[in-house]
């Protein structure tokens, strides 16, 4: 044991986590123990609760191992037919990401792009959507690359007039915001274990109506991404097909206890945003600017244009900060020269002060001017 003290993680995940998450990992436990079996009955139980389902209602849970990316594949290789074509509503990488998907098993994609910091048309997409040939539709609901977050419920409400299936990414959303998937009627939602419910890597989950999931049978282009196998497998014998990670579904428990206890969605969502308005205020008073306005920015991640100076480079920006303990992200827009702060997952206000002065102190050394000119 290094007993190395844990950084603080600005970023969209892995994120903090609670001592008591990481200490429901300490124990071993058979993957078809009773015990075990009852905690994933538990989780994906409580999955659908939270976002307004339940089975009675005709919604399942369906959990994946791997990262939240394996989940998007298992849904978009699953759910969209022979015959199908997808739109795919894209203002950034985890939604080109969805297009990629899609290309590399040959399911035939469409896109309604506009700009990373700008709200997709919603007179474009009922106008896209006039096509019958489109049968499904993917967006992003909080679009972490920029940290935008896109209108659900006018996109969720022009799918559903044109009868498409609507396909959720709510990776970095989900716990965070109050999502009802029976009101958006969405067909699938994909989100991941360590993200805004605060569990540990190790697997992803999708919440679905079940007659999409039936729909899905013998679709997959895949054997260990075939959703509806994963969900006939978990119903048949409460057990993943292939090797569960234990630990983490044990630590996802936990953090599903002390979501909670803090008031579900709406309660999280008021500490993110709090540590949202701190974070940007203490930017903003160093003269740091942000990429997206406030009116369609999240309180999950937020881009700061890097300052213009010729002395300011992100690696040693980094380096420096995390030699500090506090670690931000790189920036992923296509245009500009940016980077990412996330205020999700077990951060304090204390955090957020840490990570301001650790800023202020960095931006001295490096001969950075601030106030900052654009
Ligand atoms: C919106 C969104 N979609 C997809 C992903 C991909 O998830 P993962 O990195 O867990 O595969 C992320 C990761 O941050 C995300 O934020």
Not at 220 to 236: F, H, I, K, N, P
Request: net charge neutral; aromatic share 6%; charged share 20%.
């Amino acid at each position: 044991m290094s007993g190395a003290a844990d950084k603080r993680l600005f970023t969209p995940g892995p994120i903090n986590t609670s001592r008591a998450v990481k200490e429901a990992m300490l124990r071993d436990m058979g993957s078809r123990d009773g015990e075990f079996l009852a905690t994933v009955r538990e989780i994906r139980h409580e999955l659908l609760r939270l976002a307004g389902a339940t089975q009675s209602a005709g919604y399942e849970a369906v959990l994946l191992q791997g990262s939240g990316t394996f989940a998007v594949e298992s849904v978009i290789s699953s759910a969209v037919p022979e015959h199908g074509t997808l739109l795919v509503v894209s203002n950034g990488a985890y939604a080109e990401r969805i297009g990629q998907i899609a290309a590399r098993h040959r399911i035939p994609a469409r896109f309604l792009r506009c700009a990373e910091n700008a709200a997709p048309d919603i007179a474009a997409l009922s106008a896209t959507l006039a096509d019958p040939a489109i049968t499904h539709v993917a967006v992003v609901h909080c679009e972490t690359s920029s940290g935008i977050l896109n209108p659900l419920d006018a996109i969720a409400e022009r799918v559903r007039e044109a009868g498409a299936a609507l396909i959720v990414d709510a990776m970095s959303s989900f716990g965070a915001y109050p999502i009802s998937l029976p009101s958006l009627s969405a067909h699938f939602m994909v989100s991941s274990a360590n993200k805004c419910i605060e569990g540990v890597p190790g697997f992803a989950f999708v919440l679905a109506r079940r007659e999409s999931l039936l729909a899905c049978r013998d679709v997959a282009r895949t054997v260990s991404l075939d959703l509806w196998a994963q969900w006939d497998g978990m119903e048949r014998t409460g057990q993943f097909r292939f090797t569960p990670p234990t630990h983490a579904l044990l630590a996802f428990r936990q953090a599903l206890d002390e979501l909670r206890a803090e008031g579900g969605p709406t309660g999280r969502a008021a500490r993110y945003r709090t540590r949202h308005a701190a974070l940007v205020a203490g930017m903003r008073a160093m003269g740091f600017v942000e990429h997206v306005v406030p009116a369609l920015q999240s309180h999950i991640i937020t881009t700061f244009r890097c300052p213009s100076e010729a002395t300011f480079r992100f690696a040693d920006f980094y380096e420096r900060l995390s030699s500090r303990g506090l670690v931000i992200y790189p920036g992923k827009l296509t245009q500009g020269d940016c980077f990412r702060v996330g205020t999700i997952g077990r951060i304090t206000e204390e955090d957020i002060r840490a990570l301001l002065a650790g800023i202020r102190e960095v931006l001295a050394e490096m001969g950075v001017a601030v106030p900052l000119r654009h």
